[in-house]
């Protein structure tokens, strides 16, 4: 074999494994996991959420306070789901399972941010207008010109006036009145393209710079779901929430999470390991 020969080989092996250091997925068996609690919202929109009349936490809101940390309680949600489930907030009908955990973990290399989702999706939905895929799961980041994004989570991308919502628009999605969402999402469909997409005064399922890889699993009755996306920097607290779409659900009706944080060597809700 000649020398240049070899050379090239042996800087293609290089490279070769380089790349695969840089996608190699995390010893998930090595990161803490947190459940984080997600329950259907019916229709409680941020306009329900800023409404005194409708809604008691407003005040502390005002106040800086988080939803988090009004209403999550050993390892629970203390909210009325009777109320939730009733006809004035949820007029199609409530699924049967108002609320159920997702095992959350998170881990970070120079690149990449890593993301996995565990969980066990419910049937007894009220509305099954998906045919294709019978989950879906997304993670939204806000950045910080959405108004108290690390109070409410996604909660400010969802209105009054989006489609599913009782005599709303049906070409309407989610969006935002200021700052934008970073929306990354898998789909269960075979053959689903992973959403990389982003939420500003109208939502896009591509175009997003996320670099967003998503890659999603069954056993028995429970999935996991993991994404990759870039990482948003070392010493970053980055405020997220999550949205699990099951037993062929679309739209407003989904499972949701409050609005946590993700620290990156830095604090947060949940902190995610460094690889």
């Known amino acids: 074999m000649k020398k240049s020969t070899a050379s090239l080989l042996v800087v293609g092996t290089?490279?070769?494994?380089?790349?695969?250091?840089?996608?190699?997925?995390?010893?998930?068996?090595?990161?803490?996991?947190?459940?984080?609690?997600?329950?259907?919202?019916?229709?409680?929109?941020?306009?329900?959420?800023?409404?005194?009349?409708?809604?008691?936490?407003?005040?502390?809101?005002?106040?800086?306070?988080?939803?988090?940390?009004?209403?999550?309680?050993?390892?629970t949600l203390n909210f009325n789901f009777k109320r939730l489930a009733d006809k004035e907030l949820e007029p199609k009908g409530a699924p049967k399972t108002m609320m159920y955990p997702v095992g959350v973990q998170a881990a970070y290399d120079a690149s990449n941010l890593y993301i996995r989702l565990t969980f066990k999706a419910p049937t007894g939905g009220a509305d099954?207008?998906?045919?294709?895929?019978?989950?879906?799961?997304?993670?939204?980041?806000?950045?910080?010109?959405?108004?108290?994004?690390?109070?409410?989570?996604?909660?400010a991308s969802c209105h009054t006036d989006a489609r599913t919502m009782p005599g709303a628009d049906d070409k309407k999605t989610k969006y935002a009145k200021e700052g934008s969402y970073e929306l990354m999402q898998w789909k269960s469909a075979k053959g689903a393209k992973v959403v990389d997409g982003t939420v500003t005064t109208e939502?896009?399922?591509?175009?997003?710079?996320?670099?967003?890889?998503?890659?999603?699993?069954?056993?028995?009755?429970?999935?996991?779901?993991?994404?990759?996306?870039?990482?948003?920097?070392e010493?970053?607290?980055?405020?997220?929430?999550?949205?699990?779409?099951?037993?062929?659900?679309?739209?407003?009706?989904?499972?949701?999470?409050?609005?946590?944080?993700?620290?990156?060597?830095?604090?947060g809700d949940l902190k995610a390991t460094k690889q």
């Open 14 to 75: 290089l490279l070769a494994l380089g790349s695969q250091m840089a996608v190699a997925a995390p010893d998930w068996a090595k990161v803490p996991k947190r459940d984080i609690n997600v329950f259907h919202p019916g229709v409680t929109p941020i306009e329900w959420v800023g409404k005194k009349s409708d809604h008691s936490g407003t005040a502390g809101l005002k106040k800086g306070e988080t939803c988090v940390g009004c209403h999550e309680e050993k390892g």
């Open 235 to 267: 010493g970053k607290t980055v405020p997220f929430g999550i949205a699990i779409h099951g037993d062929n659900a679309t739209g407003r009706f989904h499972h949701v999470s409050l609005g946590y944080t993700l620290g990156l060597g830095a604090e």
């Open 203 to 233: 939502r896009k399922m591509d175009g997003g710079a996320l670099g967003a890889k998503a890659e999603g699993s069954k056993a028995g009755d429970t999935y996991t779901v993991t994404f990759t996306r870039k990482n948003p920097g």
């Open 128 to 155: 099954k207008s998906d045919k294709e895929n019978e989950v879906k799961a997304a993670v939204m980041f806000p950045d910080s010109k959405v108004p108290q994004a690390a109070q409410v989570g996604c909660w």
